[in-house]
């Protein structure tokens, strides 16, 4: 039985054999989707990584191993909302132990005006046309933009009667899907979410997921300061080997001891 080392989501338009970077594409306020080229661990692929820019501030759209494709016909006439084909590349192994490259496609809607990824379609989807600010799929679906990505807040529900802690904070990266840290936050801003956000590192960081918790927290110390809050993340930034990093945030000399508290208000 063929057996799939990675988890498949995607494009499989990016396995072209002649690749270049898809130009600029350019939403409301000059807030521009890039494209950029990026060396892969597996041969045979070629795409790019998708990164949204506005305000001066740069971040990817969805996890740093996710290529992207995207055209400036896919970008809504009010300049808003833009469709993309994020994609994951896989190794098939079969019964003989040979490996071939195999990739998935899904269509993504994209707020042009924050970065959100809104929400996330099966791979025809973005086979279509805009009528006015609505895309209309070739198979007569109709997609007005808006926000289905789950708030911090319902994340928290779904997963905090998942045991063991390493299942729940699996449970939490897999609900995120491939979003990047940064487009969630985006979704859902931090200034809002403060606690959620807080929860949601506690969780991690039991599993095993410093690093996601620490963009999480990165993401709550910008609303503010918060000495619990601080010492969390001079905790994951130790376990991350940032041990200068992290003896900022404490008393110089000192190892960061274990602190996971879910109160930062």
Known sequence: ??????????????????????????????NTVTFRATKWSMPGVESATAWFTANGKTFPLFGTDIGADGHSHMLS???????????VFGMLSDENQEEK?????????????????LADRWATF??????????????????????ETVSPKDLLKQVSSIEPAQSRAQSIEGSL?????ESYMACHPPAQNVQAYNDLGFYLVE????????????????????????????????????QDEAQRLNQPGQRPQLQRDRSVL
Not at 101 to 117: A, K, P, Y
Not at 177 to 181: G, I, N, R
């Open 1 to 30: 039985m063929a057996s799939l080392k990675w988890v498949l989501l995607g494009s499989l338009f990016a396995t072209a054999s002649a690749f270049a970077e898809d130009p600029p594409i350019v939403g409301i306020g000059g």
């Open 207 to 242: 599993g095993g997921r410093d690093e996601l918790a620490l963009k999480f927290y990165r993401g709550v110390e910008a609303v503010g300061k918060r000495t619990v809050l601080m010492l969390n993340m001079a905790d994951s930034l130790w376990r991350l080997n940032k």
């Open 126 to 147: 973005c086979v279509g046309e805009w009528k006015g600010n609505k895309w209309v799929s070739a198979d007569g679906d109709v997609l007005t933009p808006t926000l």
């Open 177 to 181: 899907d491939f979003l990047s840290a």
């Open 77 to 87: 006439p009010d300049k808003k909302t833009l469709l993309l084909d994020p994609v």
């Open 101 to 117: 490259l195999v990739s998935q496609q899904h269509c993504d809607v994209i707020s042009m005006e924050t970065g959100c990824v």
